[in-house]
């Protein structure tokens, strides 16, 4: 089953738009990670942000926000005053806790397109 | 800073060959994983390895193997290439144990392996 859900395939916005991108997740640990990477054309894997599960805090960095909710297990992400440069795959990924080196499980993408 | 060199960045074989694929992980970083990611898929996990040794197991196939050596670097060896084996590949590195549990995985740029 996949522990990470991108129910959005692909999402187009014009330039200044705000956009939410929607992350559900499942896991039976109580410790675990979330991460968000970005994936432009030029195919790199670029690292956005990591939440332990016993951070709730919601997050901004800039024109990015994260917004974690357990009790809905969801790991939202939204841009705002979106760019054409914010054109990419964003992918949504969970780590479960355990000791050594931890695999992350990715969710299937999300392609944003900003029309300028 | 330095990042996850990857090399080569693009490699083209013939179905039966082998395949060598290589992977420098940041300084200091302790943990490699590999992943390879098909077309409009999302990464899939096929191994790590923690302090030079297999650390976890996920999709990678019997004529897939790797290895990490005593300066850290890694190797993935494809033999028998399948033209579904076509696809990016990605090395990450995190700090394993060092930092705790679930430390950010940063990305190389990939393999692109083009098998005809």
């Known amino acids: 089953a996949q522990k990470v859900t991108q129910a959005q395939t692909e999402i187009s916005v014009v330039e200044k738009e705000d956009v939410t991108l929607d992350c559900v997740y499942e896991?039976?640990?109580?410790?675990?990670?979330l991460f968000w990477y970005k994936q432009p054309p030029s195919g790199e894997l670029v690292f956005l942000i990591r939440?332990?599960?016993?951070?709730?805090q919601n997050e901004i960095s800039g024109r990015y926000s994260w917004n974690f909710q357990k009790s809905t297990s969801s790991f939202n992400f939204t841009i705002t005053a979106s760019q054409v440069v914010d054109s990419a795959v964003y992918f949504c990924?969970?780590?479960?806790?355990?000791?050594?080196?931890?695999?992350?499980?990715f969710g299937t993408g999300t392609r944003l397109t900003v029309i300028p | 800073a330095a990042g996850v060199i990857q090399s080569p960045r693009h490699l083209i074989k013939e179905k039966r060959e082998t395949a060598t694929l290589k992977c420098y992980p940041i300084p200091r970083h302790d943990t490699v994983y590999w992943y390879q990611q098909g077309p409009g898929q999302d990464p899939q996990f096929l191994i790590s390895?923690?302090?030079?040794?297999?650390?976890d197991k996920g999709s990678i196939p019997d004529r897939f193997s790797a290895q990490q050596f005593s300066d850290y670097h890694s190797e993935l060896n494809m033999s028998s290439l399948e033209l579904g084996d076509s696809a990016l590949y990605f090395c990450a590195s995190s700090l394993g144990q060092l930092q705790g549990a679930n430390s950010p995985l940063h990305f190389g740029n990939g393999t692109r392996l083009t098998v005809t």
């Open positions: 939440r332990n599960s016993f951070d709730e």
């Open positions: 896991t039976r640990d109580t410790t675990y990670y």
């Open positions: 990924a969970l780590s479960e806790g355990k000791g050594g080196a931890n695999n992350l499980f």
């Open positions: 390895f923690y302090e030079k040794m297999q650390s």
